[in-house]
């Protein structure tokens, strides 16, 4: 059953959040650190004074009321997922899926354009948001697309297109994996190539410097990583009991992984930082990195990728090409990991020239499908 959903966060919770950050027991820092240890003290002291007395929640819960939100359960696990329709009676359908340390908030800037052309189905992988905790061992990523191959069934889509970054890229992989005969096309903003010593491909410099990063990143692997893909429950502790842990947490990514020039607001990041906080879902969303590695079947079906020159990692060509049918390849000077977020338009008519140019669809719609229409909200 699909059910209309609400947010409405107890104001029990923003308090109790407010108290918190109001007791902070803040560590020293080295005279002229900088981000030598992590990140900055006197910059984290501001966002948490902001987040305290500045920053208003209540305000983003009326904003993001205004979409169209809905949950169901699927193989036992609460599912929320925003469900807008386009006005155009016959679009494609696209599945658009966040990653960490992201949410469905990383897609706001893109639906109004996004829905011009086609129905979207945002919904939140579980463990993550209002998907809430995940109680049991086993949600990888293919146990993830299953479950969007059995929500995209029951709001009547046949044949559909996906997007994805981050977890979100993988996620939409294996949902071309599992449901080829439904998925149109992928579109991904991130894919990861790993250097393949014995393969016969002739690279250029630039893409023996993309490797070379990669090799970097494989010999140091981040902390942040090797935390959540080790012991997710652990971190989950600290995460969960101090607002300003959860703060660092993530502001860390969000500074360190997105365009310079791309200025994502404090606004829109405490929103994302809130969201994990106020669901406390920061130990369930790490305990996807500890699930993800499980291996997937290839996808068979086309793909479309967007590389961004600030992302963490930019792909390889000629080795994309020996896992994945390589339809669109883009590379833009603008935009890091959180593409969505970050360069909306760039992002929008991407994901557009793919889907409408690149694939040939044929996408039945069952008008009992739960959603709106843009015009209707």
Not at 111 to 121: A, G, M, N, T, Y
Request: proline content about 7%; charged content about 25%; aromatic content about 10%.
């Amino acid at each position: 059953m699909i059910k209309p959903f609400h947010i409405d966060i107890p104001q029990a919770d923003l308090d109790d959040l407010a108290d918190r950050l109001s007791r902070t027991r803040w560590p020293n820092e080295v005279a002229g650190a900088g981000w030598d240890y992590g990140f900055p003290l006197a910059r984290l002291e501001e966002l948490a004074e902001y987040w305290r007395t500045g920053y208003d929640w209540r305000a983003h819960e009326a904003k993001l009321n205004e979409l169209p939100h809905f949950t169901t359960a699927i193989d036992g696990q609460n599912i929320h997922f925003v469900h807008v329709r386009s006005s155009k009676p016959d679009a494609l359908a696209l599945i658009l899926t966040h990653g960490w340390p992201g949410s469905f908030l990383e897609f706001l800037d893109v639906i109004e354009p996004l829905s011009r052309d086609f129905h979207l189905v945002i919904p939140s992988i579980p463990g993550f948001g209002f998907s809430g905790p995940t109680r049991e061992r086993g949600w990888d990523i293919v146990r993830v697309a299953k479950a969007w191959a059995e929500l995209m069934r029951r709001l009547g889509y046949e044949r559909y297109g996906a997007q994805g970054g981050d977890f979100g890229s993988g996620i939409s992989l294996a949902l071309g994996a599992v449901a080829p005969e439904q998925v149109a096309g992928v579109h991904i903003n991130y894919l990861p190539t790993r250097p393949v010593p014995d393969a016969d491909i002739e690279l250029s410099e630039t893409d023996e410097a993309r490797l070379d990063k990669v090799r970097q990143l494989m010999a140091n692997r981040p902390p942040y990583q090797a935390l959540q893909a080790t012991t997710p429950q652990t971190i989950g502790y600290a995460l969960t009991d101090s607002p300003v842990g959860q703060l660092a947490w993530i502001a860390e990514r969000f500074a360190q992984w997105t365009d310079p020039r791309s200025q994502i607001g404090d606004e829109r990041m405490l929103t994302d930082i809130s969201l994990y906080w106020l669901t406390a879902t920061a130990a369930s969303s790490a305990r996807l990195s500890r699930e993800a590695p499980r291996r997937i079947e290839p996808c068979p079906v086309p793909v479309g990728v967007a590389v961004f020159a600030y992302d963490i990692t930019q792909s390889v060509r000629p080795l994309a090409e020996r896992l994945y049918d390589i339809r669109h390849w883009s590379e833009f000077e603008r935009g890091g990991h959180f593409a969505a977020m970050e360069v909306p338009e760039l992002f929008a008519e991407d994901v557009r020239d793919f889907f409408l140019t690149h694939i040939k669809h044929d996408h039945p719609l069952d008008d009992t499908a739960g959603g709106v229409k843009p015009g209707r909200r």
